[in-house]
């Protein structure tokens, strides 16, 4: 029996081992999820709306009764010369007892509450972009770092084939030279080549360790684990629609949505301001008991109303509201300048993203006459009728075109996400 539970949990294991090592390729899509999911600035921006959201119930309070509960017991000491007669006047007995339910309504008729509800709603409108942006920088920082390290793992791939073609030269001109053959500078030539190529591997080894780094940091402390990306390097080139619908599509970027949050909070504020200038209605009603005695017999109820004008603060309420305008004319300037450094950066975007894609069709027809050039360089050589510096050249140019070939279809990955953050999409 015992061993049975041993060779199912054994069984298990196994089980859960194999399917680890079967996870399939982390797609950019899975990446980004792993970064949104983790703890990051798009976290702390979802919780700053959470709070902004708190804000609005604060200032919609402000509206709705106040209502409190009040006891009170007094002593009021009599005059030593006239016993019957009290201290306080406002006191009608030596011991005053007052139980007293108060409500408090502000009938807003300056607008400060106003006021405050449309600076509260601003705020969460400026966290609400806060969040678009901040979920969009952290797509852009992820789709960067992946493509780097898928670019990276090509070129380890690129590296190996080169070195192994290196290799191949090389024994193969050592075999000619024992025979007499070749020259034994051929042999040095091919060597050299061998090691430029090992030193290229190297560095590509290097440069994905690193980009492994960047790409796991942003879910995880295990950064050294290394990551299996999905190959989204080979297979057709997606094609951009440069015709995008609009005649300014960078005006739908967030960043547009946080200026008027902005310009609203600063509007909102100079009203604030102006409706310490006006008067200010408000209305109060008690029930309860005020008495000398603990008696619910005494009850009753009493209401007030208090309109408080201000007369010696008209300076300092101007002074604030015109800051306050003055603020909100500044964003109006900020956005404008926004407005020109997004189109110019549309447009770069638009123009990279173009010149990148013809890129890729003349770094894959260079890849093609590489390998043909390599080809025949060794067939002459073999033959008799070539040079090995003809072969090491045809190396080196074929391997700086595969580099080329990767480079350029990476760049227009990340070429196409800085166009759709352009864009605003």
Known sequence: MRWHIVRTGLLGCLALCAAAQQQPPLTLADCVRLATSAQSVAGIAHQQLEIAHYGIVQARAGFLPQVSVGNLLGYNSPLPYQPETFSYIASNGIREYSSLVTTAVELDTSGRLRAQFSRAKAEQDAAQANVKLSERDLKRAVSAAYYRLLLAQRLIEVSRDNLAEAQAFERRTRMLAEGMEVAQADVVKAAAQV???????????????????????????????PLSLADELTGPVPVTDSNAPGAAPYMRRPEFNLFDARKRGFEADAQRAMADRLPQLSFVTQYGFDSTRISMAD??????????????????????????????????????????????????????????????????????????????????????????????????????????YLTARANYMIARVDLEVAAGQ
Do not use: C
């Open 299 to 404: 009850r009753g109820y009493a209401g007030f109303v208090q309109l408080n004008i201000p007369v010696f603060d008209w300076f300092r309420s101007q002074s604030a509201a015109k800051q306050f305008q003055l603020q909100a004319r500044q964003v109006d300037i900020q956005r404008e300048i926004a407005a020109r450094t997004f189109s110019k950066e549309y447009r770069d975007a638009l123009a990279r993203v173009d010149m990148i894609y013809s890129q890729i069709a003349i770094s894959e027809k260079q890849v093609k006459l590489s390998e043909e050039d390599l080809r025949l360089a060794r067939v002459r050589y073999e033959g008799g009728e070539g040079l090995a510096l003809d072969v090491v050249t045809a190396q080196q140019q074929l391997a700086q075109a595969r580099t080329n």
């Open 195 to 225: 090691a430029f190529f090992e030193q290229s591997l190297n560095a590509a080894e290097l440069e994905a360790k690193l980009a492994n780094h960047d790409l796991a940091a942003f879910w995880t402390t295990d950064v050294d684990a």
